[in-house]
């Protein structure tokens, strides 16, 4: 059960594209489709974004997508905006239990 | 409006035990799983622990088999975590929260601090 790995920083510009990577094995990630992704601001709960590899609970804009290739999922915020700093997890069903990422620190500049 | 509010955090010695409860309302808490989800001080997300909407099948993270238990009461709308033999590093702010595998909604969280 180690923790998918991730990047531990990404940044861009506003308006700007960044993606994260997540990157699990074929245990994990690359066995299932159950990949999701939340958004924590400081000092807040974690918010999910993404759900089941590439899709989005109502009221997450359009802005964030979600794939995934083999033992990699990712995570694409086009168009950044300021409020999209923040950290970033991914989750993947691992086969009766659950294992997050490592984490990303999104900047924008 | 979904509501997920956690209690019973706190400090507690090493090897100490704390029972957290998670009072829930606005969905219909019974026909879905539910999770705790841990983040020590300063660190990233942990998965702990998941139960079935029936509590027939329940999953725990190694780290805690064994000195963990999840349970529910759905005649009561709530969640629990009952912690035994309490380490250092159990401390972190414990999340419950609405999902087995999608974390859809997060309640805000109950420290707890495993010090002498």
């Known amino acids: 059960q180690s923790a998918l790995t991730q990047p531990p920083s990404a940044s861009g510009s506003p308006g700007q594209s960044v993606t994260i990577s997540c990157t699990g094995t074929s245990s994990d990630v690359g066995g299932y489709n159950y990949v999701s992704w939340y958004q924590q601001h400081p000092g807040k709960a974690p918010k999910l974004m993404i759900y089941e590899v590439s899709k989005r609970p109502s009221g997450v804009p359009d802005r964030f997508s979600g794939s995934k290739s083999g033992n990699t999922a990712s995570l694409t915020v086009s168009g950044l905006q300021a409020e999209d700093e923040a950290d970033y997890y991914c989750?993947?069903?691992?086969?009766?239990?659950?294992?997050f990422g490592t984490g990303t620190k999104v900047t924008v500049l | 409006e979904v509501q997920l509010v956690e209690s019973g955090g706190g400090l507690v010695q090493p090897g100490g035990s704390l029972r957290l409860s998670c009072a829930t309302s606005?969905?219909?808490?019974?026909?879905?799983?539910m999770s705790w989800v841990r983040q020590a001080p300063g660190k990233g997300l942990e998965w702990v622990a998941n139960?079935?909407?029936?509590?027939?099948?329940?999953n725990h993270v190694d780290s805690v088999k064994g000195r963990f238990t999840i349970s529910r009461d759905n005649a009561k709308n709530s969640l629990y975590l009952q912690m035994n033999s309490l380490r250092a590093e159990d401390t972190a702010v414990y999340y419950c929260?609405?999902?087995?595998?999608?974390?859809?909604?997060w309640g805000q969280g109950t420290l707890v601090t495993v010090s002498s």
């Open positions: 139960i079935k909407e029936d509590g027939s099948v329940k």
């Open positions: 989750n993947s069903y691992a086969g009766s239990n659950n294992v």
């Open positions: 606005g969905f219909i808490f019974s026909t879905g799983w």
């Open positions: 929260v609405r999902g087995g595998t999608n974390f859809a909604q």
